[in-house]
């Protein structure tokens, strides 16, 4: 660690002029109990320390820091609305573990022009951020990314090879369903049909459905390349201790178990409340249910065919 720096994590990084400004605030020896990452954010910066005493810096000390030995052991990928969350709390449920979800700087990086810098600065911001993130005496670092990054997966698999990974994915009618619900994925969204090399226009559910067939497309491809663990929703909690935590090199103890089935009682986004099912919907606007036949049938049923042939050949 920068001595400077000691004790400090980056919490935003934002691009300027071929590199980037880096946002830190005080850790220390914290844990992280927030479902996701931006909720630590918000709990770090009331810390009257952080509040006074929040430095910023360029990329060098991410660069600094840069140590291709340490890498998170494990990335959690996945389609949205599948049960990610839950399987990084029931990750979190282990004291020596540390779970970033969704971290705003990874993804920033993540989110940069191909162009905006060269790849071997890309990827000492990415093994920086890992880094500084890690916990110390011996403790795992793990990440769940968020959906739209799994268009990273050759990049990722770049920067952190021979890191175990786990996709999660649903129906495609429910997840696309879930999604306009939740209404993260409207048309007209012009930076996110960039990203995903798609384009605005024709109503929420084709502009969604096109958005979630290149996350489906990016896992199929990555399928193929091997080292991805494809986990379905209704698999789940089940799935942690038996595929999971086995492909990602997680030894439970009973306790550990114990722990984990405690936190797969509780709405993971929402601690302390009891976990209902997502009951099928019964019912499904027929533009919905049309524009999920239309662009995502054909790869989830890629997807379930791989995954398929991961459990005949028993990979975990």
Not at 13 to 41: A, H, M, N, Y
Not at 43 to 59: I, K
């Amino acid at each position: 660690m920068v001595p400077s720096l000691s004790g400090f994590v980056p919490i935003r990084i934002s691009p300027r002029q071929g590199g980037v400004r880096v946002g830190w605030c005080w850790l220390g020896d914290g844990r992280l109990d927030e479902p996701f990452f931006v909720q630590t954010v918000e709990r770090l910066l009331c810390d009257p320390f952080n509040l006074v005493f929040a430095p910023e810096t360029d990329g060098g000390p991410l660069e600094a820091l840069a140590d291709p030995g340490t890498v998170p052991s494990g990335l959690v990928l996945h389609t949205s609305r599948c049960g990610s969350t839950l399987v990084a709390r029931m990750l979190a449920a282990r004291e020596d573990h540390r779970i970033l979800s969704e971290p705003e700087p990874l993804e920033g990086v993540l989110r940069l022009p191909g162009t905006f810098a060269a790849a071997d600065r890309r990827r000492a911001w990415l093994r920086g951020l890992a880094s500084a993130w890690a916990p110390a005496r011996g403790g795992r670092l793990f990440v769940k990314l968020d959906a739209i990054s799994t268009l990273s997966l050759p990049e990722l698999r770049q920067v952190f090879p021979g890191v175990p990974r786990v996709f999660l994915y649903r129906d495609a009618v429910e997840v696309l369903a879930s999604n306009l619900e939740e209404g993260s994925l409207r048309d007209g969204n012009l930076s996110l049909a960039a990203r995903c090399g798609t384009h605005v226009g024709g109503g929420d559910a084709d502009f969604a459905a096109r958005v979630l067939a290149r996350i489906l497309e990016a896992s199929v491809a990555d399928s193929r390349e091997g080292g991805t663990l494809l986990v379905r929703y209704d698999e789940l909690p089940g799935a942690f201790v038996t595929r999971i935590a086995p492909h990602l090199g997680v030894v439970l103890s009973p306790e550990d178990e114990a722990a984990a089935r405690r936190v797969s009682q509780e709405d993971a986004k929402a601690p302390g409340r009891p976990f209902r099912t997502a009951a099928a919907r019964s019912v499904v606007a027929p533009e919905v249910r049309a524009a999920a036949e239309r662009h995502l049938r054909q790869l989830f049923s890629e997807l379930e065919a791989a995954r398929a042939r991961q459990l005949a050949r028993g990979f975990a």
